[in-house]
């Protein structure tokens, strides 16, 4: 039996679009991720089959890990060709915003975004969406978009236009933001979803080896020179730093996506509770972040209080405009900080 995430009433709107719009563009945030990538291109697929124009628009380039994907090959990138992707949104009927809530996680996508005369729907599993959607779509309880836009489908009446190119697109999703099925992923609902995706034919072992199994020989041994030389553990609580430079990640020929998992290394310590990853990005004049956690402790409030980031308990993320050392430095007074707290949730990190 498939979970009723969406009632009739939710997706009215969507359905009346369905009947007079003809062209749809769906995109998502930059930096695109696995459940980015995956969600878009299952949800054109599906709009292609209702018969209705669309096309996948993204901020920027994609990891190679992930090209491999049914579709990928239609995608537009706005970083290599913004004069397209800016007329492709400008002239849309219907915009479907995928896994972000507010617009600048689009980059340079924001301004056609905005002034577009086109009716917007957002799908999303991150808290707080903002005002800028006809109809929003926002359970951040789910563990994935993928996992929401199998729900929409289902919604709409049309489970059985899910073929097997649309379902490894969503168990590609599905898997890349649970790491694996390994976190935010309790839900015997999930559980469901998956089943129901295996039943469309989808090799779930062959994904796994493309997302995970296609590294560089460079990717592996700047692995290694992370956890021996870069992994911070701090004494004062059981938390984990990893940092890179612009240069350490230009040393070992570093390609898009060569870091994805690496802040989740720490996490095989046992006691580590929550870990952080620090990337120098000059070509942007910030500092990405990525936070992950185990059980309760709270992560994404670590995120938003000191870095002004946010994302789900167990995963977020950030930027910070300054210097790599500056980061560090305010992740660690975040600590000291936090070390003074009386909620449960948080102190557990400061129990040796």
């Given amino acids: 039996m498939i ?38 291109l299952a949800l054109c697929r599906f709009l292609r089959k209702c018969g209705k124009q669309c096309t996948v628009v993204l901020p920027d380039e994609v990891p190679d890990f992930l090209k491999w994907l049914p579709g990928f090959s239609d995608v537009v990138i706005y970083s290599d060709d913004s004069e397209r992707a800016e007329k492709l949104v400008y002239d849309a009927d219907v915009v479907c915003s995928l896994d972000f809530n507010t617009v600048k996680r689009i980059s340079g996508v924001a301004a056609s975004f905005l002034y577009t005369k086109a ?33 929409f489908i289902c919604a709409m009446g049309q489970y059985g236009l899910i073929d097997t190119e649309t379902a490894v697109c969503l168990y590609t999703g599905i898997m890349t933001d649970t790491g694996a099925l ?59 730093l990893v940092t890179l430079t612009d240069a350490e990640l230009k040393k070992y ?29 000059t070509v942007l004049g910030i500092i990405k972040l990525s936070f992950r956690s185990v059980g309760t402790v709270p992560c994404n409030r670590f995120s938003q209080e000191f870095f002004n980031g946010g994302g789900h308990v167990n995963a977020a993320g950030g930027e910070f405009t300054g210097t790599l050392q500056e980061a560090v430095e305010v992740f660690r007074k975040g600590l000291e900080k936090w070390a003074e707290s009386s909620e449960e949730c948080i102190r557990q990190l400061f129990v040796k």
Avoid: C
């Fill in 3 to 40: 979970d009723n995430y969406f009632s009739g009433s939710d997706i009215q709107e969507f359905r009346k679009w369905m009947e007079w719009a003809d062209r749809y563009v769906v995109i998502s945030h930059m930096g695109p991720d696995g459940d980015a990538v995956g969600s878009s």
């Fill in 119 to 151: 009716k917007k729907i957002v799908i999303d599993h991150h808290p707080y969406p903002g005002p800028f959607f006809d109809v929003t779509l926002s359970h951040p309880e789910s563990s994935s978009t993928s996992e929401l836009v199998f729900h």
């Fill in 182 to 240: 390994t976190y935010n992923s309790s839900s015997s609902g999930l559980f469901g979803t998956v089943s129901l995706l295996l039943d469309k034919g989808i090799d779930k072992d062959e994904i796994y080896r493309n997302v995970y199994h296609t590294y560089s020989e460079s990717r592996l041994r700047l692995q290694g020179y992370v956890l021996s030389e870069k992994m911070q553990i701090i004494d004062s609580a059981s938390a984990a």
């Fill in 253 to 281: 020929n570093a390609r898009k996506g060569d870091t994805e998992g690496f802040v989740n290394m720490p996490l095989q310590i046992k006691g580590i509770l929550m870990s952080a990853f620090f990337r120098e990005d």
